[in-house]
């Protein structure tokens, strides 16, 4: 099938691969939604705070302007994971707060207790992430970061490189 300029459109595999990884995370998510965290599992996740759709306490935003990073470990509350986000309630300097954080704005995302992690590229402004996959033109602040040590696959494996 050609576009309407006559140009066939191009499968954006990049895209389907950076979808698929985001799966992943909500699946661990949704997870430890219905059965908490188990053994020693805990995950690292960071995500750009100025990302459309990120809700977070001022606070917070004042100090992590542009990204930050949470641990899902032992403490945290209200856990609740749909298609486009997940909201969580964790404690910052002994202060509940109330994040929500879609998945479109989540750069890392790492399970240090079974060495698993992935990193995500930002999409280009014109990419909506809703699944469209052709392209038509060719931190805890209570809780000290531990060192992550984890296999990352990164998308950079699979691009062409110039």
Known sequence: MNGSDGIKPQI????????????VVRSALAIAQKSGLPGECHFFITFLT???????PDRLRESHPEKMTIIIQHQFWDLLVDKEHFEITLSFGGQKEHL????MAITEFNDPSVGFGL????LDDNDDGDGDAFDEDAD??????PKVSADVVSLDTFRKKN
């Open 12 to 23: 954006n595999y990049e895209q389907l691969v950076e979808n698929a990884l985001k799966d």
């Open 50 to 56: 100025d990302h459309e759709g990120v809700s977070i």
């Open 100 to 103: 929500i954080i879609p998945f």
């Open 140 to 145: 805890n602040a209570d809780e000290p970061m």
């Open 119 to 122: 990193q995500f590229s930002l």
